[in-house]
């Protein structure tokens, strides 16, 4: 996955001024635009699209120490006039290209890429992959901003609206891996951008097929494969710490990668304040 992720930078660096194409990118790589975005996502810590901008942008701040007009410079990148190109360089740049043109401005620049896999082994990874027939996830979903650290308390206000007789009602409805309680996380941005919208679901497993009581929302999920990350300690920094472990030591080791299709935490143990958990996070996977 290094590797790939290189070329990836390299083909952007090659390709500034034109569109890219990240579904024949990936095909063309072996893998899966879902899988590319997400791990470049993770590894870079931004989107691969903003990534390209700033670029970009960082290329474009030299050309206008050129004679060239800004026109041409903005056509040059991917900018069908000077008011687009006018946006994106002050979004990245906090000037305008008069400003630095001018002189009168400061730049922002966005280095080139380089991926490398360091195995420093600090991150055990207790991890099994398993086969699952189709279920159906069923509970009481709502649209939440993504938030990579700490409490996101969009979700805590979500669950702190149910009653506890609601959380024993979903309790017994669970009939099927991963038992218990779940936090899903579904229709997650490929780009895994924070501030995006997902889906969250507070709910349960249900075999495939059965039928969900009225009133709660469901969430089908295909047969396909899984791979489980148990984990012990805070929570949910320990389970964070895991989660990003997954884009940076596991899956650039292994030869699997991510497939589209919700994410979810089974709760297997908790302190009675919630402060420490053992957790299993569940993600879709296929062979890579």
């Known amino acids: 996955m290094i590797a790939t ?29 879902y899988h590319l975005r997400r ?4 590894l870079a810590g931004m989107p691969l699209s903003e990534y390209v901008r700033r670029r ?21 990148h991917g900018y069908g006039s000077t008011e687009a190109f006018g946006r994106a360089f002050r979004a990245v740049h906090g000037n305008s290209p008069g400003d630095v043109r001018r002189g009168n401005g400061s730049l922002h620049s966005q280095p080139h ?29 709502a649209r939440v901003p993504l938030i990579h650290q700490g409490v996101n308390p969009h979700i805590q206000a979500h669950i702190a609206s149910l009653p506890l007789s609601e959380h024993e009602r979903l309790k017994a409805l669970s009939d099927a891996e ?6 899903v996380s579904a229709d997650v941005d490929p780009d895994y951008d924070e501030g995006t919208e997902l889906t969250y679901l507070h709910g349960v497993a249900i075999r495939g097929g059965s039928p969900a009581p009225d009133g709660l929302d469901v969430i089908e999920v295909p047969a396909g494969t899984w791979a489980i990350f148990r984990t012990e300690g805070a929570y949910p920094d320990a389970l964070q710490t895991t989660w990003a472990a997954t884009a940076t030591d596991w899956f650039p080791s292994n030869p699997w990668r991510l497939r589209p299709g919700p994410s979810i935490v089974a709760v297997v143990e908790r302190s009675p304040d919630f402060r420490t958990a053992t957790t299993e996070l569940w993600l879709p996977v296929e062979r890579g």
């Open 56 to 76: 970009r942008m960082t290329v474009a701040a030299a050309d206008l120490m050129s004679d060239d007009d800004l026109l041409t410079i903005a056509v040059r």
């Open 178 to 183: 991963p038992g218990g309680l779940l936090q």
């Open 5 to 33: 992720l290189n070329r990836l930078v390299e083909h952007v660096e090659d390709h500034l001024g034109d569109e890219l194409d990240v579904a024949t990118l990936a095909e063309s790589f072996g893998t899966t635009e």
């Open 39 to 42: 791990m470049f996502s993770s």
């Open 113 to 141: 890429l380089r991926f490398r896999l360091t195995v420093e082994g600090n991150t055990p990874m207790d991890t099994r992959i398993t086969e699952q027939p189709a279920f159906r996830l069923i509970g009481h979903a």
